[in-house]
Structure formats: structure tokens, C-alpha cells
């Protein structure tokens, strides 16, 4: 544990002429739950799916270490690695379901996917999987071959999270997790996710706009503006004594978090 | 013996950016030394920085200049220079805290609310829940209550609920934020007793006691805090 698993330097990403990200740094520990809040447009997300491997920073090193292994540099290495570490270290839990599950396959076929990309190949076993991992989210097992599509919101986002564990990540990003859920659904899956980080030591990188959320979710919270980290530090550090003027905005905006 | 905890030269301002860039000075040049076992009370008129004291203690506050030095058996960290990860592991291993607001997750049972902190203090789930159950148990509230989310308490049975999360995992530093407040005179007393335990074991307690009489029951000495000159 003396060592980040995730090492981000002077990170940028542009589309264009516009510049999303800039100049972002990080490291991301074991076990430990980074925020990263600001309003839309501040270039969370693009943040988000450059660490995820989905995005190749304009600038900059994302850099990835895996269970005893050294650090490698995540746009650097090859395709086929890259593509193997993504199923099998990390996952991106989406914003919208269907940027992260496989609508037209069962919800045991999502969940086996990645057990397969890692190569395993007895049925039997991929389904007792799905049914575990099925359980552990708070879906019913029973349910298990019917399409994600019949699924409500909170339970596709519930399944999205069982396709990724079941790789034994070790790191989840989550992209507005809650968003769009109702109130009672995103407290059953804030609940969930705690417990999971608790239990299987994951670290994990969230982008929310809800204050509220972070502060009860994460360990560290950086504060975005325009594409750069205006502000970061312990969560309750930010929420309780802001020091940039647009953290102090974004706090003093908020209905009770 | 070096002191538990040692505040040297310590200056709390808030710059409020949205008030035209206002500096409000809490504090300016605090110093104090808390020994191992003894419990200091802070006192003050309202806005004089009791609170803002603790809260820089338990790595909540940044502070603008200063030195805060606590001390965990041979190893002494100081919390404004310390890393995020290292407060953490500072709260978890070494800072319990009261603070006047119960912040938890919604739906969660108080069993489990108070539970979660001895799991982070190192305790086995066994332990944990054990420890919990005798704690809720000494702050008189009722069993029917464990199993239902704080949410629609009482104030005094939030308050308590707080209280239990504080003290739960028997860390060596205590930090007591009101933590009497809207308690009657049974439940004062409760928590009296345990902060008096805790202080029995050698816990060092740095703690706003508005009330007379839990001031006089449990503190060891009182620091009166003057207003900071603004600046």
C-alpha cells in the first residue's frame, strides 16, 4: 500500500480548439475514493475517460500499475494490452446505461462478458458467477435472463457495476452514478457502492455534480472549473472550508450537503 | 513526555470571495499544549474559534500558518502539513470526533452507522457490532430504534447516535464538539459517564462544553479564547 495505483501528469485534452482538460495531475491510492465535482462543461468526464483508457490525452502521461507490476504508461503501451487491462483492472460505470451495458444480451450475458475476456470458458462457472455478482448489486438472480432493457434505471446502473466487479477490478470510474435516479434509489445505491469499496479495498474515481453524493462517498475531492483543478484536498476539507472563490460558489449554492 | 497535542503559533482566517474577498481572523497565534489523559475545555463568547480549534485539529480546516502537532505512540504527525491520506489514517487510527451535525447515508440502520466507525478504527465485525450495541445501549437508546435509519429521530436521539460514533472506536484523542447539546439531564449524564471512561483509559479530550456542569464534571482545565484582533 505504499505505492499509487494510478499516476496522472500534467494532463490535457483538447477537441479542437477547445480545451477540456488542462494540465491535470493526480495519484490515486488503494482502497481510496476521489471525487472530482464542478458544473457541466468543466470537463469532468473527458477527465474521467482519459484515466479510463477511452480518451488519448492531447498531453501529458496516464500512467497505470498493476498487482505487482510496474508502473506503464496507458497510451504508450499496445492495443492488446491496453484493451486487456481495461477488462480486467478497471471499468467505467457510465452516465447512461447504454454507453455501458450490451441492451440486446441478457443480463448474465453482461455480466459474464468480462469473465470470458479474461478467459474463462466454463459456462457453469460464468453463470454461478453472474448469479453471485447478481446477488452482491441487489438484483435478483432470478432475473438473470432477461434483457437489461426491461430493467429500470437504478437496476441497469446496479448492473453496470456487477459487469465490472466481476473482474476484480482495481479501479472503478463512475460517472454520475446517481444522476437521474430517484432520491430513495440513489440512497439504496450510495449505500451499495460504500459497502462495495469497503469490502473489496477498491479504489475509485467518481465525477458527480452532487455535493452531497461526494461528501458521502469520498475520501479526496478535487474541484473543477474550465477544464483545470481550481481546488483539492479532504472532501470535508473542500465542502467545509473552500478556499477558491468557485468552490466557494459551488458550495454556497448547494441545499444542504 | 512530550504532550498529546502541541498547537504552536496557529492563525485561522476565512477569505469569503463572495463577500467582495472579506477576511474574517478566528484565530491568531494559538498556542496550547493538551498532556496525554487531560481534558481541556475551550470556552469563549459565541464566534471566538471553539469550534474552528478542533476542527483544524481533526485536519478540517486548513489552516493559514501554524504548527499542529498530535502524537500517536512514538510518532508525531503535524496535521497541517500532513498528506490527505495520512489525516486519514490519522482520524481512523488516532482522532475521535463529535461534531454538532449527524452527516450519514441515508437508509442506513444506526446500528450500522456507528458500527462502520469501529470497522475503520481496525475492530473485527464481531467486535464491532459488540461494541456498538453496548454503546448505544449506555446512551439509552432504545433497541426498537438500532434497526431504523436516523433519519427521523429525535434531535437529542441524532445527537446521540453521533455521539456513539464518536466514541465507538475508543481512539486516543477525542475531539467533543457540544456534544451535550439538546441532551436532557439522564442523557447528559450518559455521556459524562463515558467521556470520564475514556479519560479513565488515557484518552486526551479537547472538547466546547456549553454547559456548565458537564464542563465541571469532566474537564481538566479550561482555555478562554478572546476574539482575534481582525486584521
Redesign the interface.
Known amino acids: 500500500m505504499t505505492e499509487p495505483l494510478l499516476r496522472v501528469r500534467g494532463l490535457d485534452k483538447s477537441f479542437g480548439r477547445v480545451a477540456a482538460c488542462r494540465g491535470v495531475s493526480l495519484d490515486l491510492?488503494p482502497g481510496?475514493v476521489l471525487g472530482i465535482v464542478g458544473e457541466s462543461g468543466s470537463g469532468k468526464t473527458t477527465l474521467l475517460r482519459c484515466l479510463a483508457g477511452e480518451l488519448d490525452p492531447t498531453e501529458g502521461t496516464v500512467e497505470f500499475r498493476a498487482a505487482e507490476a510496474p508502473f506503464e504508461d496507458v497510451y504508450r503501451m499496445g492495443e492488446a494490452r491496453r484493451r486487456f487491462l481495461m477488462r480486467t483492472q478497471w471499468g467505467i460505470v457510465h452516465q447512461n446505461p447504454r454507453d455501458g451495458l450490451r441492451l440486446r444480451v441478457s443480463a448474465g450475458g453482461n455480466v459474464g462478458e468480462r469473465l470470458m475476456a479474461a478467459g474463462e470458458r466454463h459456462y457453469g462457472r460464468i453463470r454461478a458467477e453472474a448469479v453471485a455478482w447478481l446477488d452482491r448489486v441487489e438484483l435478483d438472480p432470478a432475473r438473470i435472463d432477461e434483457l437489461p432493457a426491461l430493467f429500470s434505471g437504478g437496476m441497469q446502473q446496479r448492473l453496470q457495476i456487477a459487469r465490472i466487479l466481476v473482474s476484480r477490478p482495481r479501479v472503478v470510474y463512475l460517472d454520475e452514478p446517481t444522476g437521474g435516479l430517484d432520491v430513495?434509489i440513489q440512497?439504496?445505491l450510495?449505500?451499495l457502492l460504500?459497502r462495495l469499496v469497503?469490502d473489496l479495498a477498491l479504489a475509485v474515481v467518481i465525477v458527480t455534480h452532487d455535493l452531497g453524493v461526494a461528501?458521502?462517498l469520498t475520501?479526496?475531492l478535487m474541484v473543477m472549473r474550465r477544464g483545470e483543478v481550481v481546488e483539492e484536498?479532504?472532501t470535508?476539507?473542500v465542502l467545509?472550508?473552500p478556499?477558491?472563490?468557485y468552490s466557494?460558489?459551488l458550495v454556497?449554492s448547494v441545499i444542504g450537503a | 513526555m512530550p504532550a498529546a497535542i502541541e498547537i504552536e503559533g496557529l492563525d485561522k482566517s476565512f477569505t469569503l470571495h463572495l463577500r467582495g474577498g472579506a477576511e474574517l481572523k478566528v484565530l491568531a497565534d494559538l498556542s496550547l499544549a493538551v498532556e496525554r489523559g487531560e481534558c481541556l475545555a475551550l470556552q469563549g463568547a459565541s464566534g471566538t474559534g471553539k469550534s474552528t480549534v478542533l476542527r483544524c485539529i481533526y485536519g478540517n480546516y486548513r489552516p493559514d500558518r501554524g504548527q499542529l502537532r498530535v502524537r500517536r505512540g512514538d510518532v508525531t504527525i503535524d496535521v497541517h502539513a500532513a498528506a490527505p491520506r495520512e489525516i486519514l489514517a490519522l482520524r481512523r487510527s488516532t482522532l475521535g470526533y463529535v461534531s454538532q451535525f449527524l452527516r450519514v447515508v441515508p437508509r442506513v440502520p444506526a446500528i450500522d452507522l456507528v458500527m462502520e466507525r469501529a470497522l475503520e478504527g481496525g475492530a473485527e465485525a464481531g467486535v464491532a457490532r459488540a461494541r456498538a450495541a453496548a454503546i448505544l445501549e449506555r446512551l439509552r437508546i432504545p433497541r426498537q430504534l438500532w434497526s431504523l435509519p436516523p433519519a427521523t429521530f429525535s434531535g437529542g436521539e441524532q445527537q446521540r447516535i453521533n455521539v456513539a460514533r464518536g466514541l465507538v472506536a475508543e481512539q486516543p484523542i477525542l475531539l467533543l464538539d457540544e456534544p451535550t447539546a439538546s441532551l436532557d439531564s439522564d442523557n447528559r449524564a450518559a455521556v459524562v459517564d463515558l467521556v470520564r471512561e475514556a479519560k479513565a483509559r488515557g484518552a486526551t479530550v479537547v472538547g466546547v462544553f456549553h454547559d456548565r456542569e458537564v464542563r465541571d464534571a469532566v474537564a481538566d482545565r479550561v482555555l478562554v479564547l478572546d476574539r482575534a484582533v481582525a486584521a
Open positions: 491510492w481510496e430513495s440512497a439504496r450510495l449505500d460504500r469497503r461528501r458521502l475520501d479526496r484536498g479532504l470535508d476539507q467545509d472550508d478556499h477558491h472563490a466557494q460558489l454556497s
